[in-house]
């Protein structure tokens, strides 16, 4: 039971470039999310998912996209990185069963974009 | 708006301390609220997670109390040692969605 994970822990970027971040879980989790944080903050929702198939918008969802084709996989692209996409990016995944919603975080993914 | 806020943004304790952290937060319709600690360079781990019929949870050392009404989360520190130094982050759910707060980062003296 390896719990969140996510590909890859660290990327460097140019401007433009495009690269598409992986988060699994193996808990059969409904609820999916990508946050990011950037130094001296919290994390902040940037996508999030409700099952499999449905995506939806968080505080700053702008230059990313998202899918989850499959029930166990949450994909965050960036299309056009740009430099202030610079910051940690962290998975989670949830479930409404018994009314928890306890989140649980993957090790995070490190991007530097130049 | 759901907004969290946590004081205070630093603090430097010497070993041995009980101390508290505070969470507030705007919107008093919420799930749950969960404290993380975060390590340097590291991801987040679940401390305590307390549910909205809940005025408190205890983990060793550790106790968070909610009070809802007033928008606010405290977690206590029992007995504090030098590997409680770490960024504290409190997380308000709100329709199934996390709110964080920027955070507490403690440092233990010896």
């Known amino acids: 039971n390896a719990g969140v994970t996510q590909t890859p822990k660290f990327r460097v970027l140019k401007t433009g470039q495009s690269m598409t971040l992986l988060c699994a879980q193996d808990?059969?989790?409904?609820?999916m999310y990508w946050y990011r944080q950037d130094p001296g903050m919290g994390l902040r929702l940037i996508h999030y998912s409700v099952g499999e198939g449905t995506t939806a918008k968080g505080e700053v969802p702008d230059g990313y996209n998202v899918s989850r084709l499959k029930k166990q996989n949450f994909l965050l692209g960036l299309e056009s990185a740009a430099p202030s996409q610079t910051s940690v990016y962290f998975c989670?995944?949830?479930?409404?069963?018994?009314?928890?919603?306890?989140?649980?975080f993957g090790p995070g993914t490190r991007l530097t974009v130049t | 708006k759901q907004e969290v806020t946590q004081i205070p943004a630093a603090l430097s304790v010497p070993e041995g301390e009980n101390l508290v952290l505070n969470c507030s937060f705007t919107?008093?319709?919420?799930?749950?609220l969960q404290w993380f600690r975060q390590d340097p360079g590291k991801g987040l781990t679940s401390l305590l997670l307390?549910?909205?019929?809940?005025r408190e949870q205890t983990s060793g050392r550790l106790n968070a109390s909610l009070d809802k009404s007033s928008g606010r989360s405290t977690l206590y520190i029992a007995a504090s040692q030098p590997g409680d130094s770490a960024t504290y982050l409190c997380?308000?759910?709100?329709?199934?969605?996390?709110?964080f707060g920027s955070g507490t980062r403690l440092l233990v003296r010896p």
């Open positions: 989670a995944s949830s479930s409404a069963s018994g009314g928890s919603y306890e989140q649980y």
């Open positions: 997380a308000v759910n709100s329709s199934y969605k996390l709110i």
């Open positions: 808990m059969n989790h409904e609820y």
């Open positions: 919107d008093s319709a919420i799930y749950n």
């Open positions: 307390i549910q909205s019929s809940q």
